[in-house]
């Protein structure tokens, strides 16, 4: 049986290192999003009325794509002071993506996220899903 | 692997010599006593300066200041030296928060008169200075103007926009201004993450604090910086915020991609990096020079928010809140910065000195610290954590040869936020905190307790180590009083 998509926060000492699980490449990249927008915002954001955003992202590899992912989501919210938290992915390859995104307007953000780093980075195929590895700068 | 056991050397120096690992280029070496060479064996981040050891063109050694703590790629408290021209550059050795640094202000007042003025300065500045995360700041900047802060750094805010004095840029390192600082070789991205955050604090652990300063260690070097017992000083810990994060993104992505054109082959993938005298080494280092610019403007701009709200509170004039006469109410004491790559003289070769979370410290004889500190030695500050005591040091000549002239730049953290925040509750720091007359702003305490005194390790611990390995030298120490946590 594939695992729901999860998402925990490991220890580092001066970092944040996520964990991600996901039936299938689609979901791990939706669950990363999410854990990025926990980690950014407090919950119990209302659904977003603004537009849905096109995302379509390009990298060398699978890894350096979910980097790039992050990366694209913490620059959008930055500037356009949103966070992220419906997500589509609407296609996904080891080296292209394509989401469509819709953001709110945050009551109150918790902790800055600089970026996702290329530190112990890592994006695997499991039997029952993947998982994957990233740490996050705050 | 074998075991990361490092051999002493000296009394506050343990050794990994090169051949512990076959991918080494030069040997590995921290500043540390027993306490806290054990808790650097509690994270990765020996393992990590192993990683720095086989960075092409590495020389001497990869160097762990005492306050070394895990980080991604480097260590924090990471320092590395390659010799140009071929040297590499690796944007993940000076992070992504380009030039984070301290500046410390000087006033005119003095305890204990200044025991009731503190607390409507503090909450002064945290009407007056943006804090935390997503605040903009109030200056309104064209494009054109922001790319002169990149290409100019501070003399541009001091001389065309009057935020600040000349006698400012001289008590700045590198006055404030990197010569090789190209706008253009900044992405629009990272100009827009950067556009409105000039004068904002950020967050995280940067911070903001008044302090008193409580002990003088060296008379003569505290004269000189105009330091003395019971004097306010105010401290600034904050760097490039999103634009300097942004130059970062952009180059780690592009050095990644160009490591196989460059035949370089790394432990770490956020390690990635290129020849200075490469395209991508040569682009990087302009970009990373022009947010170094802007992180010592993002200093400037808070030190007139700060003079302005001094002179407010206090009743005094512009001229006073400027620091013009004998009584200044602000001089700037130094600014160092302390996440950054510069091209150093070491004899006759020209090295490009990577430092992560480690901070320059310079000795009396250089040439290349402000005239009047010639004698004395380059003002380093060590921040404690909050509610804990800072430092000032001035750096000694022996730390050329000891520690490619640098330094610790703080206490350093020993626990993750996960932990810190399982140990201490938010409301009863703030408690504790403002029982012992440290007033504190933050907007929230899941935050406070993140940076709360037992997440670091002690930073008298680590002050005392670069003092006796010859380093720098302690000069005074300053209590918060107040403090504005982003």
New interface residues.
Partial sequence: MKASSQHW?E??????QLHLVAPTLPQLFVEAGLALAEL?AEDGIPTSEDPAEVVEIQ??DL??LL??WL?ELI?RG??Q?RVYRELRVTNVSDRRLRAEIRGTRPD?????V??A?????DVSLQPDGYSATV?L?? | MPALEPRQVSEVMYELSRDFRPDMHVPVRVFADEELLSQMKR?H?LEQLVNVSTLPGITRAALGMPDM?????FP?GGVAATLLPDGAISP?GI???INCGVRLLGSGLRYPDAESVVPKLVHELSRSIPI???RHGRLDLSSDELDRVLNEGCSYLIHEKHLGLDADLELIESRGSLPGADASRVSN?AK??GQDQLGTL???NHFLEIQRVDAIFDEKAAQALGLSLGQVTVLIHTGSR?LG??V??DY??AM??ALPRYKISLP???L?CAPLSSAEGKEYFAAMCAAANFAWANRQVLTHRIRETFARVLGTGPSAALGTGEDSTLRVIYDVAHNIAKLEQFGNQTLCVHRKGATRAFGPSSSEIPATYRGIGQPVFIPGSMGTVSFVLVGADASKEISLSSTCHGAG???????AKKEVIGHELRKQLEARGIIVRC??N??LAEEAPVAYKDVERVVEVVTRAGIAKKVARLVPRGVLKG
């Fill in positions: 926060f220890e580092h000492t001066g970092e944040v950014i990298a060398g890894e350096a980097v790039e990366n620059f930055e500037t002071h109150h953000l918790r902790t800055p600089k970026a780093t290329f530190h112990n980075l740490v700068d705050v | 994270d981040s703590h895990q980080g991604y790629g924090v993940g992070g992504f928060d935390g995360y997503g991205r827009q993450r950020g967050g995280g999103g994060h942004q970062c993104t780690v992505r990644d991609q770490d993938r956020q990635a953290r020993a626990l993750s936020r996960t932990a907007p929230s899941a935050e």
